[in-house]
């Protein structure tokens, strides 16, 4: 085929072809749509309401989701000599959880303030060794050279500001840890059963969008750990898969979610969720001492979580 009629055969190809071929294969969702500028303003009004939809059918299953996710939360989570990143205007308040939802668009797995339809809620975000920390506040990997020399910190577009590292030791009574697909299974099995109205896939249709509910366990997965969950609220301001999953797993009384790091190669992350320490044994605290942290700021439990959210 010549130049001439590879064009044309571009110009006829299906819309959902011309978006994969400008997303890179190990990101790409049906719902990778919302994400891309040639989205008019129809296509992001339409996925917004449809969302909005899929957001009230879930909440006619509300009782079972919750169910379904204290079923495979595990208990007793302890772990020490985690790590926690933070600038270093907050240095002198680390265990602080109001920082995830006063930045738009909020934590992976945390509303913020800026999704304008739903309440927001804290988070903390603590990982499991310092590289990891360190990736996933600078949206990098530390120290890895590349061809011409630079350090993946040259080539970022977020460049390391002054910060403060702090190491912590939690106790969580109940987490849902998230290393495993497995822990989304039950989620799926009940909300597999809401359906799309012909009203939005007609609509789709004549729109030129693929749009699809999410039909597996495994894209259910992909969706609660893809790296780019903020662009729901750039594109239709509405919360990201994620940001629903950590909203129901908070909602079952749930202290927090368990992650694999997403920005290195080893290490896990946890959300950790302090308005739900109420009448239970979690906390965060200091691993080690730190005098320009005060006593009452080193340590968060069921006696002072309000005081950091």
């Not at 308040?93 to 934590?107: A, C």
Request: glycine share 4%; hydrophobic share 35%.
């Amino acid at each position: 085929m010549g130049k001439s009629g590879q064009r044309r055969a571009r110009r006829n190809e299906p819309f959902y072809k011309k978006i994969q071929r400008t997303t890179t294969p190990h990101i790409y969702l049906e719902r990778e749509l919302i994400r891309l500028e040639k989205l008019g303003n129809d296509a992001r009004h339409l996925w917004a309401d449809f969302q909005n939809y899929l957001a009230e059918e879930r909440e006619k299953v509300l009782d079972q989701i919750l169910d379904s996710l204290v079923l495979k939360a595990t208990p007793d989570f302890l772990a020490e000599n985690y790590s926690r990143i933070v600038g270093s205007k907050f240095s002198t308040t680390p265990l602080s959880s109001k920082g995830s939802y006063l930045s738009p668009p909020g934590g992976r797995f945390n509303f913020g303030q800026s999704i304008s339809y739903h309440a927001y809620f804290p988070a903390l975000y603590v990982a499991s060794e310092y590289d990891v920390a360190f990736a996933e506040r600078f949206h990098l990997k530390k120290g890895h050279l590349i061809e011409n020399g630079l350090t993946t910190e040259d080539l970022s577009l977020r460049k390391p500001e002054s910060f403060t590292h702090q190491r912590v030791n939690l106790k969580l009574d109940k987490v849902l840890d998230l290393r495993v697909q497995d822990a989304v299974n039950d989620f799926f099995e009940i909300i597999r059963h809401i359906k799309m109205p012909n009203i939005y896939s007609e609509q789709a249709k004549k729109l030129r969008m693929d749009m699809n509910i999410i039909n597996t366990p495994e894209l259910l997965y992909r969706s609660v750990l893809d790296p780019d969950y903020t662009q729901w609220d750039t594109w239709i301001d509405q919360p990201s898969p994620s940001q629903w999953f950590g909203h129901y797993v908070r909602l079952a009384g749930i202290q927090g979610v368990i992650y694999p790091s997403l920005r290195s190669d080893a290490g896990h992350n946890v959300a950790v969720f302090l308005d739900k320490f109420e009448d239970t044994e979690s906390f965060v605290m200091l691993t080690d001492d730190c005098d320009f942290v005060k006593n009452d700021l080193r340590r968060v439990d069921a006696k002072n979580f309000s005081n950091f959210i």
